[in-house]
């Protein structure tokens, strides 16, 4: 994730030094781990399902970069993080709040949160819940059909490459759906209510979710539309957004 990884390189020259890191819900790593650390960092990544876990160990891990299998209520302040890092995590949890506390005993007294979070009643929780509908799932049938269709004729084969990009079997725990719809001003209230003072807030996309998402994800100038028209909108019109938040106060703070 590029504004997450901006935001890392931008601390790592704030202090003139590698970084420790603790991805909080990492799951097997693909996506965003892989990407966060760069040489001499130490980087933890921590997860409750057990398959993604191990994949990340098997694929990622190496030197300073490590991955655990934990709950969330098992993370213990045992040693301080120069940035804390929830990846589409806190819309999972039944207690984000309990979440954010523990994760404030794990910070160092300068350290940085980075959270990436989706609009509860964006565009992409809207089509979501569309396509959970009778409507929505036969309007997705036929997106299916019809982008299959364009792959084997017109198109050629635009979304096989973009499928087989992606390692065969890679798990992704499809049980943990989302349960929490934050407002902006809800995420923000809440970091402030734990501790945290939020430094700055950036729209992550305009258009994802089940249809356009899949539409979208062959085309990069498409893609690139999509954040650019993204970053120009009102905060209430993203997909998601993208908090840098740091401590208000100091206190002490992890590992499982």
């Known amino acids: 994730m590029a504004l997450f990884r901006q935001a890392i390189d931008d601390e790592r020259r704030r202090l003139g030094r590698p970084l420790s890191i603790i991805d909080i819900g990492c799951g097997n790593g693909y996506a965003v781990s892989q990407f966060l650390p760069s040489e001499g960092d130490e980087y933890l990544g921590v997860d409750m399902h057990k398959e993604?876990?191990?994949?990340?160990?098997d694929h990622y891990?190496?030197?300073?970069?490590?991955?655990e299998c934990c709950q969330s209520e098992d993370l213990k302040?045992?040693?301080l993080y120069d940035v804390v890092v929830f990846s589409d995590v806190l819309e999972h949890v039944k207690e984000p709040a309990i979440l954010l506390e523990k994760s404030r005993d794990l910070i160092r007294s300068d350290g940085l949160l980075l959270i990436s979070i989706p609009n509860g009643h964006g565009p992409f929780e809207l089509e979501s819940a569309f396509a959970k509908t009778l409507v929505g799932r036969w309007v997705l049938a036929a997106v299916d059909f019809i982008a299959a269709l364009l792959d084997k004729t017109v198109?050629?084969?635009v979304w096989t490459?973009?499928?087989?990009?992606?390692?065969?079997?890679?798990?992704y725990n499809i049980d943990a759906g989302h349960i929490q719809f934050f407002?902006?001003?809800?995420i923000s209230a809440m970091l402030d209510r734990n501790g945290f003072a939020v430094h700055s807030v950036q729209n992550l996309s305009f258009l994802s979710g089940p249809y356009s998402s899949y539409i979208f994800a062959p085309f990069k100038a498409m893609v690139r539309w999509?954040?650019?028209?993204?970053s120009r909108l009102p905060f209430k019109f993203?997909?998601?957004?993208?908090?840098l938040a740091r401590k208000k106060a100091d206190r002490d703070g992890m590992g499982c």
């Open 52 to 57: 993604s876990i191990q994949w990340a160990k």
């Open 226 to 230: 999509n954040v650019k028209v993204a």
């Open 161 to 171: 490459r973009e499928i087989e990009k992606d390692p065969p079997n890679l798990p």
């Open 238 to 243: 993203a997909s998601a957004w993208v908090l």
């Open 77 to 79: 302040p045992d040693r």
């Open 183 to 186: 407002r902006l001003s809800d």
């Open 155 to 157: 198109l050629k084969g």
């Open 61 to 67: 891990e190496h030197k300073n970069i490590r991955f």
